[in-house]
């Protein structure tokens, strides 16, 4: 009975251990259910029959989908959803706009006001980027920072996120890209401080990095006409002076003309830097803590422009939950990036595999026809040679 008294002590500490472990486990599966109950769909959408997909070249295409009306105010929004541009985009929008509910979805163009922008922009080697575009006082204000975007044929998962304390982040495949301040990275609000307009800079600051050298002078054979008179030229034969006047030697471009002279440049050992003008608070800022809330949110809508249509828009999604909107794009966008990589690998093999055959079948012919010439060749010789020896 000791014996087994001191066996069930030793025992009891590593099953109580073994519970404790299990019911935090269970403590946090618990949570993280209840953290995604807890989120709010707005709107979600996926296209289980493989997305929306533009079909026509040169064309605006226009669509929305509407929900029922929200705020943000004091809450986090955040939208998300993918874009696939198989088609190799050369020009076109694969941005997102989302809308107040007084939208006539009908007329729906790109003079619509709208409270959002944002996604993927293409447009030559200059344009790619991705457009973060915020409405306020009716007015959009385009973020500063360059966030370029995805420019291959997969498919991508954009997600703006966009909190009550003004600041934002934007994810590409679910990793962030950018992040930063409203008010700091879109001009909203006029500037916090601005240069004081008592204060001018000193008469003697010397703020030139490079001067003109004293000591170079120009040289005397420097000034030469930049046109001189052609010497050479003929007065035309049929040239009347009664008619075109009297007849000029024409002016050329002079070979000596070596344009304005100036002086070389020499470091300024006078320079001083650029002056630091002293700053005040702008009487004309005001703060405002709401710049990032939007009032009857209730439409979300794909108003672009594309040159090369086939892009793909699938999975989306307007949440007040980071986490959830990330877990819904690991199970979508997540789900098929792997076997969607395969899937072309594989493709772009065959289709090489395609073109080494049709390479191979036109040198085959191009080999036969050349034979066939050679043997022709040698048949007409025979032939010439055998009626060359009957004349004979």
């Known amino acids: 009975m000791a014996a087994a008294l001191r066996g069930c ?54 669509i929305s989908s509407r929900f029922k009306p929200f705020s943000n105010k004091g809450k986090t929004l955040v939208i998300q959803y993918t874009v696939k541009h198989e088609q ?67 498919t991508h998962l954009y997600t703006l996120i966009i909190r009550p304390d003004q600041t934002y982040k934007v994810k590409i495949d679910n990793e962030m890209v950018a992040s930063g301040n409203l008010e700091d990275d879109l001009d909203f609000l006029p500037p916090k401080k601005i240069n004081d307009p008592a204060v001018k800079k000193p008469v003697d600051w010397d703020d030139r990095i490079e001067i003109d050298d004293p000591n170079d002078v120009k040289p005397e054979d420097w000034d030469e006409p930049e046109y001189i008179m052609d010497m050479s030229a ?3 034969a049929d040239w009347d002076d009664a008619v075109n006047g009297e007849w000029h030697y024409p002016r050329v471009k002079n070979p000596l003309y070596r344009g304005e002279w100036k002086p070389r440049q020499i470091d300024n050992p006078n320079y001083r830097g650029v002056w630091p003008h002293p700053q005040i608070d702008n009487p004309n800022y005001s703060p405002d803590y709401s710049i990032y809330s939007f009032e009857n949110i209730s439409v979300i809508g794909l108003d672009i422009w ?6 793909i828009f699938d999975n989306f999604l307007i949440t007040d939950d980071e986490e959830y909107a990330e877990d819904f794009g690991d199970e979508t966008w997540g789900e098929t990036k792997g076997p ?17 055959a049709t390479e191979e079948k036109y040198f085959e012919q191009q080999f036969k026809k050349k034979l066939e010439r050679k043997t022709q ?13 009957a004349e004979l």
């Open 88 to 154: 190799k985009i050369d020009c076109g929008g694969g941005y997102v706009k989302i809308f107040p509910s007084n939208l006539d979805q009908k007329k729906l163009s790109g003079d619509s006001h709208y409270y959002i922008m944002f996604g993927p922009d293409i447009c030559g080697s200059d344009t790619k980027k991705v457009h973060v575009i915020l409405n306020y006082k009716n007015k959009p204000h385009p973020i500063k920072k360059l966030i370029r975007c995805k420019v291959d044929g997969y």
């Open 377 to 389: 060749s040698g048949r007409d010789r025979a032939e010439k040679n055998t009626d060359t020896k």
């Open 340 to 356: 969607e990589k395969e899937m072309y690998i594989k493709q772009t093999e065959e289709e090489q595999a395609r073109e080494r």
């Open 234 to 236: 003929e007065k035309p």
């Open 9 to 62: 002590g030793r025992a009891l500490p590593f099953i109580a251990v073994l519970k404790l472990l299990l019911l935090l486990l269970l403590l946090l599966l618990l949570g993280a259910a209840l953290g995604s109950a807890g989120a709010t769909v707005y709107f979600q959408e996926q296209f289980l029959d493989g997305g929306l997909q533009t079909t026509e070249n040169s064309k605006f295409y226009a």
């Open 306 to 311: 594309q040159v090369r249509a086939g892009t």
